[in-house]
């Protein structure tokens, strides 16, 4: 066997090669788009969801935003506040304080407690429901449980239970993608260390949502009169809470007549009617009282 024959070939390769990694390496010298330190800084600091809340195409595009000054550090809200204050300490201001927000969706017309109008029977989603005749629901403000929140939720933190929308705000990372989608517009952003909501988003006289649902705000302003802090209010025949205000003392949700608004604290609830059956108790015993003696009192001065 001729060695020159396969060492030739060897060396041509080599040599081949060589030039090819010279010319790759100038290339990369004299194409190399120049990355910014303080850019993949953030970009690392991110959780890396891309789930485009923060209105930026992804985590690479907030970051940037962030780098540039066009986005403020606390501008992920999956990351919250531990990410926000990483992001500060790479450019060099405070982070502030950041309020954690979660979805929660405004209406209790579950199974049995709201009435329907029609059974449908189509394509499951909440925009063709909501299309025909404002939803399968009497209320027209309600959830029609079609689950489309639940499709683009890419976290597990919402669900169709007994009929309508609930999130479990633990899992809730305030990406918004469900407020958006909702056709009814009515879940909304509330604060996460507010215990207390109106869960209840009618717009319709107290006599219209009686005949519609069990659970419905009537706007009666019973909450109103009875709240200490004055942070609940009835506008456009529905209730409000001033999350600023509201320091979830219950009153108001034990004051509720139909249940419109819900607490986390059901045994706070619960001790504040034993207390008003007790305070209504003793109100009637001292008008007896006063009774029987004025009636005392007539017969001794006949």
């Not at 993949?40 to 959780?47: G, K, Q, S, T």
């Not at 929308?165 to 633990?170: G, I, R």
């Not at 006599?207 to 069990?214: D, Q």
């Amino acid at each position: 066997m001729n060695i020159d024959a396969i060492i030739l070939p060897v060396g041509i390769l080599a040599v081949i090669g060589a030039i090819f990694g010279v010319v790759l390496s100038i290339a990369s010298r004299v194409f190399a788009v120049e990355t910014d330190e303080k850019v993949e800084a953030i970009r690392n600091a991110l959780p890396g969801a891309n789930c485009g809340a923060c209105g930026f195409p992804g985590c690479d595009g907030l970051a940037q935003a962030i780098a540039d000054g066009k986005a403020t550090v606390s501008g992920c809200s999956i990351g919250g506040k531990e990410v926000a204050d990483d992001i500060a300490e790479i450019m060099g201001v405070n982070a502030g304080d950041i309020e954690k927000e979660v979805a929660c969706v405004l209406c209790q017309g579950s199974c049995g407690k709201a009435k329907e109008k029609y059974n449908y029977n189509g394509f499951v989603d909440c925009r063709l429901i909501s299309d025909f005749q404002k939803g399968s629901k009497s209320c027209n403000y309600g959830c029609v449980g079609g689950g489309t929140c639940v499709s683009v939720c890419e976290f597990d933190a919402i669900h169709i239970v007994d009929g309508i929308a609930v999130v479990d705000k633990e899992k809730c990372v305030a990406c918004k993608k469900c407020v958006d989608i909702c056709p009814k517009h009515l879940i909304e952003m509330v604060p996460y260390k507010s215990k207390t909501v109106v869960k209840c988003f009618s717009n319709d006289i107290g006599k219209v949502v009686r005949a519609n649902c069990s659970v419905g705000c009537i706007s009666c302003n019973i909450c109103e009169k009875s709240c200490p802090k004055d942070a609940i209010h009835v506008e456009n025949n529905i209730a409000k809470i001033d999350y600023d205000k509201c320091i979830n003392c219950g009153i108001c949700v034990a004051k509720c007549p139909t249940g419109a608004i819900f607490s986390e604290y059901p045994e706070r609830v619960e001790k504040i009617k034993e207390k008003q059956k007790l305070d209504a108790e003793k109100k009637k015993q001292e008008l007896l009282k006063q009774k029987a003696e004025k009636d005392l009192e007539a017969t001794k001065n006949n």
